[in-house]
């Protein structure tokens, strides 16, 4: 089984990932990315943070259960699942976006994958966004910007509807939050 965080950029998806890896003992998939390193980052734990040329061998190897690239203020970042870092037989947890899951539908089956969306209000996630962009040594607040745009066309209502995930509206408190995440997790295990 494989459940996978959705959600819009700020959204806490990735807040609550590895405390729910740890309580739940789910296996992390860590993503591969092209993009540089943010402040707090580990390489191999965060993302396995390669080049392009690595991204592209590995896509050309047919390794990759999905590759995403991005037109940033900054020039290209992929981001992307290696297929080698997974033993279905085993439960994971991953953060991606629909796009990915499509992809991962594609590539696993429909029953293997869970979605759990993130749902939280824009202002909420602007100042989450800019609390995190001020601990960056250079705050890139234009690309955060345009990720806040493109997120909008990315994250609608009509996928929500297409593939009716559980919700977890991150809007309220830590406690509101974990316990909505407690009870989903409780489910999915169950099956």
Same mark, same amino acid.
């Given at each position: 089984m494989i459940a996978m965080f959705i959600g819009p950029s700020s959204s806490g998806k990735d807040t609550y990932f590895y405390k729910t890896i740890l309580k739940y003992s789910l296996?992390?998939?860590?993503?591969?990315?092209?993009r540089p390193m943010r402040v707090g980052e580990i390489d191999k734990k965060t993302y396995y943070f390669i080049s392009q040329e690595k991204m592209d061998l590995l896509e050309k190897e047919g390794k990759l259960v999905e590759r995403r690239n *991005?037109?940033?203020? &900054?020039?290209?970042?992929?981001y992307a699942t290696n297929s080698e870092n997974?033993?279905? /037989?085993?439960? *994971?947890?991953v953060s &991606?976006?629909?796009e990915a899951y499509k992809k991962y539908i594609n590539?696993?089956?429909? /029953?293997?994958?869970?979605?759990?969306y993130f749902q939280v209000d824009d202002?909420?996630?602007?100042?989450r966004a800019l609390a995190r962009e001020r601990k960056q040594a250079k705050p890139n607040y234009e690309e955060y910007c345009r990720r806040f745009l493109?997120?909008?066309?990315d994250f609608t209502e009509k996928e929500i509807d297409l593939y009716n995930p559980y919700i977890i509206n991150n809007n309220g408190t830590q406690m509101e939050t974990e316990k909505q995440?407690?009870?989903?997790?409780?489910?999915?295990?169950?099956?």
């Open positions: 296996n992390p998939i860590i993503l591969s990315t092209t *991005y037109q940033t203020i &900054n020039g290209i970042w992929s997974i033993d279905i /037989s085993k439960n *994971y947890l &991606n976006t629909w590539f696993y089956g429909e /029953s293997v994958i869970i979605p759990i202002d909420i996630r602007l100042e493109a997120d909008s066309k995440l407690d009870n989903v997790m409780k489910l999915i295990l169950k099956k």
